[in-house]
Nanobody
């Protein structure tokens, strides 16, 4: 059973930055972040594999950077140039080595205009 511990959400003004972290236990293959705004479906923000391959939602390309410390089983999401439309609950999402999926508890990111 994989355990996930998220941190780093908060309130920031438009144009500001935040960094999210998610530490996982166990053998992890893929790590990523999703977000869900009120009244909207959960959507992929960014993902990174154990080999370092990444993919991003078009809406965050050039502003967000996902990275991973394999030794610590920790994934980071550096969010720059934040916009009010980035406001959402952000969820850590991982697949373990057996491709079982796990979700974090979610962390609120609020961007004020």
């Amino acid at each position: 059973q994989v355990q996930l511990v998220e941190s780093g959400g908060g309130l920031v003004q438009a144009g500001g930055s935040l960094r999210l972290s998610c530490a996982a236990s166990g053998s992890i293959f893929s790590m990523g972040w999703y977000r869900q705004a009120p009244g909207k479906q959960r959507e992929l923000v960014a993902r990174i594999t154990s080999g370092g391959s990444t993919n991003y939602a078009d809406s965050v390309k050039g502003r967000f950077t996902i990275s991973r410390d394999n030794a610590k089983n920790t994934v980071y999401l550096q969010m720059n140039s934040l916009k009010p439309e980035d406001t959402a609950v952000y969820y850590c999402n991982v697949y373990d080595s057996w491709l079982r999926q796990y979700w974090g508890q979610g962390t609120q990111v609020t961007v004020s205009s």
